[in-house]
């Protein structure tokens, strides 16, 4: 599929195809779903991080006129879900481990009603002890978040340790690393802590659910994951899959923060008791905090050996993530980010071991570079930290070091596909780098990004041709903003040989698309890229049989192209798709549906193995990308301001180049974001800054000046030579402009985020 041929549709910007609707309001979102009778839903939620339940009266608020229904965790069947560990409640039933966890929902005639009647639940707790920090979580006599982790079915790949709030431990080693460092000329080790962010998409999380007479359970939601919450729904009602139905609506952003199944069940669940009767429920932005997931706060510590020469020879790190009260796909972060942790470099020792720990606060989840922004924070970091001592130039320890085509991984893959170098290259190239000094006030710095996908992951691409020449394509993969429909809308045309525009998205169905994954990790321009195509393929075939009767050939011989179908070597014998039906003999009832199917997955991929973390190929691509940073730094104030950032991105064929700039523009904005403005900021599990009036984001008027540079290394594997990158594109920013202020200002910030008075204070104890 990476095969060089003649490209018509295919690294050209066409115009967003959803583009039109969304500008002129026509695009249907999650929260503007209305349905005749409709119900609207509230949530009661705990205030306490940890409580036993002991008693849920909800007779006075069942009593209100206009309430319809009231359910809590033991008037309902809920069973438990989850990905890795089936920890997960829709509604709490025996205790509440984080503040703003769901006790109780309502659906009633509107929404003042039904927040009315919250006030009228009452809930009797007994407070248990506490934790809130995972390093303490770990310890032997910290209070357990989860009594019963050891009878919680999970993966067979997933390693919870029972009795403790260790939810997974990952393992990852290479060759020996004690004697690595006994070898080593130089032994440096730093911890590193990252902070805990929310998505803050612009639409919140909304969904709408109904149950009809023949009892089967319609959802319509605003998720990247259709057919995962399908599963999960299936799985807390004790449902069969096609009990359960899925439409999704468009999404006004995602990030990773719908990813997961959350209000979903709470209008499933009230739709059950409720029926027919449909029940809407959408989060207000203080939810959106108290009750959903984030960012997995992290602890790294890095230690590594080098030679005098700058050649890496062992690293050593320990990584504490804290997942929250539920997992919620924590302890795939703790593992994808586990062996990728060492970083892009050739290092022949290496050891580490990823904990993903309970604690009693909102969970943490699926979030914009899946655990790898924690890493690179830590790890880019401490190869300037490392370069400093050597007395190297930060940016030739990294050219030395580097991941390179064929290069074998620490978990021991065969890599392909890699433009590092060249993503470093232009990067340093854009800002003309050199190192100012720490007496001037201006500063550089940089960060390179190595992130796998998702593996073991399939998707599955139905399309159909008609008789005038158009094509419908169904698939199960999500458009959330990233531009998913217009570059697959482009793998399709060529696949096909038919302009963009004859071109047709069906909306997700899970009752009726073929089965995907999910829109998660950047998989989907390289798995439902690859879907589609081998659907165009089986299609086209359909097609060549009706059209070699008319051109007197063999279905073998023909070709097919700007919806033309012609005979290889001589085009001007053909004829359009609608000439082939022009005759009622051709007619498509006749021959049956112009239809193909396609299904991709990596026959290749293996499993990571528990004891060692190696697998030959336990991803099927892995995303490349260098960062930079120009910053200036007031050393008064310790105010920081960014002058210019630099994305080097190795796509490995660019679909649609403008979508790919604006994907890593939004990256480098995402990055400001999180570098210096967002935290989420918590007391005894409490969220103290649950809106934007406290929590902040930035504005264009905080963005510097960007460039976006494209690499193309083509894969060999991805459609038309192309993979996924923007999953990886926001990893490298906050430690490119951590590196560019310490080339400045000599003060080396590990605590995210970075604030003015951080700055401030590392000068003043500096300079004393």
């Known amino acids: ?123 009797d707790y007994q407070e248990l002890p506490a934790v809130f920090d995972p390093v303490e979580a770990m310890k032997p006599d910290a209070p357990l978040v989860h009594e019963g982790l050891a009878g919680y079915a999970q993966a067979p790949y997933n390693k919870a340790i029972a009795g403790t709030n260790v939810c997974n431990h990952f393992r990852l080693r290479k060759g020996d690393v004690k004697a690595g460092f006994s070898k080593s000329d130089l032994i440096m080790e730093d911890t590193y802590t990252i902070h805990k962010l929310q998505h803050c998409p612009m639409e919140t999380h909304a969904s709408l659910a109904q149950v009809g ?125 586990g062996y990728s942790a060492p970083g892009p470099y050739k290092i022949a020792n290496i050891a580490v071991d990823s904990y993903c720990v309970y604690t009693n606060e909102v969970s943490a989840g699926a979030f914009r570079g899946f655990g790898d922004s924690q890493m690179t924070w830590a790890v880019e970091q401490h190869m300037d930290s490392i370069a400093e001592k050597l007395g190297m130039d930060p940016i030739e320890l990294r050219l030395k070091d580097l991941y390179e085509e064929g290069t074998v991984s620490a978990s021991g893959q065969v890599l392909k596909s890699v433009g590092l170098k060249e993503t470093i290259l232009k990067t340093k190239q854009s800002l003309a780098w050199k190192k100012f000094g720490k007496k001037n006030n201006r500063g550089l710095g940089i960060g390179c990004i190595h992130k796998n996908t998702a593996a073991g992951t399939s998707s599955s691409a139905l399309i159909t041709v008609n008789e005038d020449g158009t094509a419908s394509v169904l698939t199960g993969a999500m458009e959330i903003g990233q531009g ?151 050393r008064e104030t310790g105010e920081v301001k960014v002058l210019k950032l630099v994305a080097a991105q190795d796509v490995g064929k660019a679909i649609n180049p403008a979508i790919c700039h604006a994907q890593l523009q939004g990256s480098l904005s995402f990055g400001i974001g999180a570098s210096f403005l967002e935290e989420m900021v918590l007391e005894e599990g409490k969220v103290l800054n649950a809106s934007f009036m406290d929590y902040l984001l930035p504005t264009s008027l905080d963005l510097p000046d960007m460039e976006t540079i494209l690499v193309e290394v083509p894969h060999p594997q991805g459609p038309y030579g192309a993979k996924g990158f923007s999953d990886a594109a926001v990893c490298a920013v906050e430690a490119a402009i951590a590196n560019a202020i310490y080339q400045t200002a000599g003060v080396r910030l590990t605590d995210g985020p970075i604030t003015p008075e951080k700055v401030w204070r590392a000068l003043k104890q500096k300079r004393s």
């Open 213 to 337: 007479a023949d009892g089967r359970l319609t959802v319509w939601t605003n998720t990247q994951t259709p057919n995962l919450v399908r599963v999960e729904l299936a799985a807390a009602f004790a449902m069969p899959l096609n009990g359960v139905r899925v439409i999704a609506t468009c999404v006004g952003g995602g990030f990773g923060g719908k990813a997961v199944t959350i209000d979903e069940g709470l209008s499933a669940a009230l739709a059950l008791k409720c029926s027919p009767r449909p029940v809407k429920i959408r989060f207000s932005r203080e939810e959106e905090f108290l009750g959903t997931v984030t960012r997995h706060p992290c602890r790294v510590t890095v230690k590594t050996g080098v030679n005098k020469d700058g050649t890496l020879v062992a690293r050593e790190m320990v990584a504490i993530w804290d997942t929250g009260a539920y997992s919620q796909r924590g302890e795939r972060v703790s593992r994808k980010a």
């Open 1 to 123: 599929m990476g095969k060089e041929e003649a490209l018509d549709y295919i690294g050209i910007s066409l115009p967003r195809v959803d583009g039109l609707d969304k500008v002129t309001g026509q695009a249907i979102y999650g929260t503007d779903m209305k349905s005749p009778g409709m119900l609207f839903a509230k949530v009661l939620r705990s205030p306490y991080p940890h409580a036993r339940i002991l008693n849920v009266d909800t007779s006075k608020a069942e009593g209100l006129a206009g309430v319809k229904t009231v359910v809590s965790g033991k008037s309902f069947p809920f069973r438990p879900f989850g990905a890795a560990i089936r920890d997960t409640y829709l509604i709490a039933i025996d205790k509440v481990r984080y503040p703003g966890e769901p006790v109780a929902a309502v659906a009633a005639i509107d929404e003042d009603v039904a927040e009315e009647a919250l006030g009228l639940i009452q809930v």
């Open 484 to 634: 998913a429909k217009t570059a697959l809308t482009q793998i399709a045309a060529q696949a096909l040989g038919l302009p963009p525009e004859s071109v047709n998205f069906c909306g997700v169905d899970t009752d009726m698309s073929p089965y995907d994954f999910g829109t998660v990790s950047s998989r989907i321009t390289f798995i439902t890229g690859n879907a589609i195509i081998l659907a165009a393929e089986e299609v086209k075939q359909r097609i060549f049989e009706v059209a070699a009767d008319k051109l007197e050939a063999n279905p073998a011989d023909l070709e097919m192209a700007q919806g033309r179908v012609f005979i290889r070597g001589t085009p001007e014998r053909g004829l359009t798709i609608r000439e082939m039906f022009s005759a009622a003999s051709y007619h498509g009832v006749r021959r049956g549906y112009l239809m193909g199917r396609g299904t991709f997955m990596p026959d290749d991929e293996e499993s990571l193995e528990w004891e060692t973390g190696h697998s030959e190929k336990p991803t099927i691509f892995w995303m490349y990308g260098t960062q930079g940073a120009e910053v200036e730094v007031d």
